[in-house]
């Protein structure tokens, strides 16, 4: 979902995170239209590029998210997204998809912490992600980069695979700031 974004984009150590296009859809279906990394996702695969296409277009239903695409420096090919959303004052919530072909690199979680770091030098003092409790992948990487188990939803979502329940992770700000040195992720974001 392409949006207004206060931060037009930031930087990792690998990653260039800039705001999204709409030719970015031919790079991102690859991840969109993906069974297995869409199972947890809140919407079913996509079944063309249209669909991905409509999906990156911005509706006035999607509020105040604002989402990038991850490439990695010296290439502009969009290898996956993040987003966040502001729901109340200092409050984000947050969202990432990585490209199949792109996993088991430590760019998700490079690309995340740059986006964490973003919104920390917004004003935001909590961060949040909703997490299917059987994405293992995605607890993985939010418990990597410091965020706390605060809650269990039940029957939170009706998607294409059912009624799902939701983790809540959770990380505050002084939590991320202060996090001892071996935790750190490779990432110092800094903003175009």
Same mark, same amino acid.
């Given at each position: 979902?392409?949006?207004?974004?206060t931060?037009?984009? !930031?930087?990792?150590?690998?990653?260039?995170?800039?705001?999204q296009?709409?030719?970015?859809?031919?790079?991102l279906h690859?991840a969109?239209?993906?069974?297995?990394?869409?199972?947890?996702?809140?919407?079913?695969?996509?079944?063309?590029?249209?669909?991905?296409?409509?999906?990156?277009?911005?509706?006035?239903?999607?509020?105040?998210?604002? @989402?990038?695409?991850?490439?990695?420096?010296?290439?502009?090919?969009?290898i996956?997204t993040v987003?966040?959303?502001?729901?109340?004052?200092?409050v984000?919530?947050?969202?990432?998809? &990585?490209?199949?072909?792109y996993?088991?690199?430590?760019?998700a979680r490079?690309?995340?912490?740059?986006?964490?770091?973003?919104?920390?030098?917004?004003g935001?003092?909590?961060i949040?992600?909703?997490v299917?409790?059987?994405?293992?992948?995605?607890?993985?990487?939010?418990?990597?980069?410091? !965020?706390?188990?605060?809650?269990?939803?039940?029957?939170e979502w009706?998607?294409?695979?059912?009624?799902r329940?939701?983790?809540? !992770?959770g &990380? &505050?700000?002084?939590?991320?700031?202060?996090?001892p040195?071996?935790?750190?992720? @490779?990432?110092?974001?800094t903003?175009?």
């Amino acid at each position: 979902m392409i949006g207004a974004n206060t931060t037009v984009g !930031f930087d990792s150590a690998r990653l260039r995170m800039r705001t999204q296009r709409m030719d970015d859809a031919e790079a991102l279906h690859a991840a969109y239209q993906d069974e297995d990394l869409m199972r947890y996702w809140s919407s079913a695969p996509h079944a063309t590029l249209g669909e991905t296409r409509a999906y990156l277009t911005p509706h006035a239903d999607d509020g105040d998210w604002r @989402g990038w695409s991850i490439t990695l420096k010296g290439d502009d090919r969009a290898i996956g997204t993040v987003a966040a959303v502001t729901r109340r004052s200092g409050v984000a919530e947050i969202g990432y998809l &990585l490209v199949r072909a792109y996993w088991g690199h430590g760019y998700a979680r490079e690309a995340v912490a740059a986006l964490i770091d973003t919104l920390v030098a917004e004003g935001h003092r909590r961060i949040y992600g909703d997490v299917d409790p059987d994405n293992a992948a995605s607890i993985h990487l939010m418990e990597s980069l410091g !965020f706390q188990r605060e809650g269990l939803l039940r029957g939170e979502w009706e998607t294409h695979i059912g009624v799902r329940d939701s983790l809540i !992770f959770g &990380l &505050l700000r002084d939590e991320w700031v202060n996090r001892p040195p071996a935790r750190a992720p @490779g990432s110092s974001a800094t903003r175009r």
